[in-house]
């Protein structure tokens, strides 16, 4: 995609994501940068996980709220995603880093991301295929092939 802001279109029907998301931001540690970002992944069960972005004072041990979120969905023993919806405090919204996207498309290679801003409204929705056109693949010899999602 040339422009991604072109493509976006406001969400709608995600509210209790949504709610989530803007819920888990508010428990952001985020002390260096004060830039705070909260994420709500749903599953196919219904079950929605939610993270927060974690900083730490040597910055690269820090963890964005997506993959906090996708951690805490795979602990619960969840993989099969239906939609994240990421808030933060940019305006437009942010979307998720390159290393979330390589994350979120291991387990869901086209998933609804439902990007949340600072401002009232400012609600847009992505797929991540658009937003990761080419994502590593690598298929150990030795393990079975995982189903296309
Ligand atoms: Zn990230």
């Given at each position: 995609m040339k422009?991604p802001?072109?493509k ?122 658009d ?19």
């Amino acid at each position: 995609m040339k422009n991604p802001a072109k493509k976006r279109a406001p969400a709608t029907g995600h509210e209790a994501l949504i709610l989530a998301a803007v819920t888990a931001k508010s428990r952001a540690y985020s002390p260096y940068s004060r830039f705070r970002v909260g994420a709500a992944l749903k599953t196919k069960s219904g079950h929605v996980f939610a993270g927060c972005n974690v900083e730490n004072r040597s910055y690269g041990l820090t963890i964005c709220a997506e993959r906090n979120a996708v951690a805490q969905a795979i602990a619960h023993g969840e993989s099969e995603l239906e939609c994240i919806a990421i808030a933060s405090d940019a305006s437009p919204p942010a979307p998720p880093c390159g290393a979330c996207r390589e994350v979120l498309a291991e387990f869901a290679r086209d998933l609804p991301i439902v990007l949340v801003g600072s401002n009232p409204g400012e609600i847009f929705e992505h797929r991540l295929a658009d937003l990761l056109p080419e994502r590593f693949v690598f298929e150990p010899p030795d393990r079975p092939k995982r189903s296309k999602k």
